[in-house]
Each structure stands twice: as C-alpha cells, then as structure tokens.
C-alpha cells in the first residue's frame, strides 16, 4: 500500500488504522464534531489531534517520522 491508497481508505471509507512502532502502540481513527472530520492519532501515551488527513501524513509525530516516511515499514491493520 502507498501513501495515496492509504488517505483513500481513510477518506473513501472512513478506516482508522492501527501498528506497532518501538514497540509502542499507534494509530488513528477518524472522529467528527460539529460535522467536520478530524484524525485524532497517538503514538505510545502522545496524542495529536489533525485537522486534514496531509497534515497526518506529512507530520514527523510517530516517534520522529512521518507516515509518509513509515509507510513501507509497517503493518497496519485497518479499524
């Protein structure tokens, strides 16, 4: 999976998505309030709340690297 399939899921279908790094939970799960979407995501005890799924991506928030940068390294398991 690249990083476009990965937004499409997340956009298309509105998945979250789970993975392991440094032996350390993460993830995010897409959540709504007052009808905008927003991508709440944690890494260990860290949590960052995003307001548009490239921000997500592009941010350096999951131990230092970004999705975009992780996405060939993980496992995810879609939520």
């Known amino acids: 999976m690249n990083i ?11 998945s979250g998505f789970t993975f392991t790094l ?10 709504s309030r007052n009808k905008e979407t927003y991508y709440p995501a944690w890494y260990g005890d860290k949590n ?3 307001n548009n799924i490239d921000d997500l991506m592009s941010d ?5 690297k970004s999705m975009v940068q992780l996405i060939d390294d993980i496992e ?3 939520i």
């Open 22 to 31: 440094d032996s350390k939970p993460c993830g995010m799960e897409p959540d």
């Open 60 to 64: 350096e928030f999951f131990g230092g």
């Open 76 to 78: 995810l398991d879609f």
């Open 4 to 14: 476009e399939q990965l937004k499409a899921k997340i956009l298309d279908d509105g």
């Open 48 to 50: 960052k709340d995003f």
